[in-house]
């Protein structure tokens, strides 16, 4: 079950509106390596892990990118806050405006909508654990990208705490990556489809 | 609408909330590390005691029964909203 906080991870500011930033910024909303596919992925992956603390990571990190989630959405909203069509139309995003107005909706910087296609599950431990470390790495990146896009201090701070947690989940990811290898040599499991079988029997 | 002191207070349970965060994800591949549990369960009652004295200003912070009590009317209902405050 989850539970919902009244409250965002993180404090979400902006000095002004902006919409041509907003229009990029909504890659971490629903682009293929944003907040929301982070979220989906990891949770998703849980069912396939082996070990208690690696069920719980991916627990934890799941949980905590649905609230950066929540993150990116307040900040596209205070991004268009009181837009007008004309705003839309110079920022190039006359498209959100007539299919959406100020509703946000799940898309890339390039208009294309959120797919499935952007969550892998192997339902491998190794193969998906190592796939989460790329899937930060690559949000990092983005961030990166994001950050040298924008002037704004206020939307600079909201991105530099949303880069530095991609770096701590890649870190975490990379640790529960040593113990679900170290579990597999240790008590001599081999992969054998979806469950951990001891060597001989 | 001027929500400064509400934004303040919340920001104090943020940073609180923050180091719980990072020390919970720590202890998820550290699990044996006592100096870092000591920390996370000093993290839990600096944000119980936090939480309560938000919630008695503004209101529960979780629904489903899982915040503080509600003042009438029904708290858990107004605004503002994360992402209008």
Redesign the interface.
Known sequence: MW??????????RVSCPDVKFAKMVITQYGGPDGELSASLRYLNQRYSMPTD?AK??LT??GT?ELAHM?MI??LV??LTDGATCEDFKEAGWEGQFVQHDHGLFWTDANGVPWSAKYIACLGDPITDLVENMAAEQKARTTYEHLIACTDDPCVKDTLRFLWEREV??FQ?FG??LN?VQEWMCKSKHVWCGHEMRKEGK | MNCEKQ?MM??R??EM??VA??L???L????CDTDALNDYNCAVEAIRKLKKEYESEYG?????G??GYSKEPWQ?AMGP???E?
């Not at chain 1, 539970?3 to 979400?12: A, D």
């Not at chain 2, 998820?28 to 699990?31: G, L, Q, S, Y």
């Open positions: 539970i919902y906080e009244k409250k965002l991870e993180h404090p979400v603390n719980a990571l934890d990190i905590e929540e959405a307040a909203y205070k701590v989940h975490r640790e529960a113990e | 934004f919340l920001k349970l943020q909330e923050f965060i990072e919970n994800l720590y998820d591949t550290h699990p529960p912070l979780m629904n489903f899982m915040g858990w909203w994360p992402w405050l």
